[in-house]
Nanobody
Framework: QVQLVESGGGLVQAGGSLRLSCAAS????????MGWFRQAPGKDREFVAA????????SYADSVKGRFTISRDNDENTVYLQMNSLKPEDTAAYYC???????????????????WGQGTQVTVSS
């Protein structure tokens, strides 16, 4: 089992940047594929980005492609989400996720993820 703790959220103006971090407990972090999802008030949780176990394969939602970058440091048990050129529509709670199956694939499928963090709020003002 793994525990996930997100940090780095906050209030930023449109066009600004934030870097989210997700620290994982345990010594098997490199066994998990990781992902970021987000949920805005009144909306369903949606995929943002994912990365494979080794970090060599990544995928992004079309809405963030070219602006967001997912990365991981297996030595530090941490996954990151660098968010640039932020827009008001990026406002949401952002959640870090982990899964132990199909770890070579950066899956966007919500139901494949087994573990979730508590979320960190990102608010982008116009």
């Amino acid at each position: 089992q793994v525990q996930l703790v997100e940090s780095g959220g906050g209030l930023v103006q449109a066009g600004g940047s934030l870097r989210l971090s997700c620290a994982a407990s345990g010594r098997t972090f490199s066994s998990y594929a990781m992902g970021w999802f987000r949920q805005a008030p009144g909306k369903d949780r949606e995929f943002v980005a994912a990365i494979s176990r080794g970090g060599n394969s990544r995928s992004y939602a079309d809405s963030v492609k070219g602006r967001f970058t997912i990365s991981r440091d297996n030595d530090e048990n941490t996954v990151y989400l660098q968010m640039n050129s932020l827009k008001p529509e990026d406002t949401a709670a952002y959640y870090c996720n982990a899964r132990r199956r199909r770890v070579g694939v950066p899956s966007p499928a919500l139901d494949e993820y087994e573990y979730w963090g508590q979320g960190t709020q990102v608010t982008v003002s116009s």
